[in-house]
């Protein structure tokens, strides 16, 4: 098993689609990307799955997760 990616890796996928795409397009990219394997993490060191980061990011104001589509949230992103 590989380390586990920020929750800022997911983050700049929707950042490449230019701040929104559809749900379903981010996990896509993520599989892709990451594999559907892949593990995050946030700064703290809990470790998610995809939907669990999705689920995350939104609760912390990073991902706005409305009606199948994902938008960049207000909150910023940490910067390291």
Do not use: W
Not at 57 to 75: E, I
């Amino acid at each position: 098993m590989s380390e586990p990616l920020y929750g800022h890796d997911l983050l700049r996928l929707v950042i490449e689609r230019g701040g929104a795409c559809s749900l379903e397009q981010l996990r896509a990219d993520a599989v892709g990307a990451y594999g559907s394997e892949a593990t995050f993490c946030n700064c703290h060191g809990d470790t998610f799955d995809l939907e669990g980061v999705l689920g995350f990011l939104a609760r912390k104001g990073k991902l706005d997760l409305t009606d199948g589509q994902v938008r960049l949230g207000n909150a910023p992103a940490c910067q390291h």
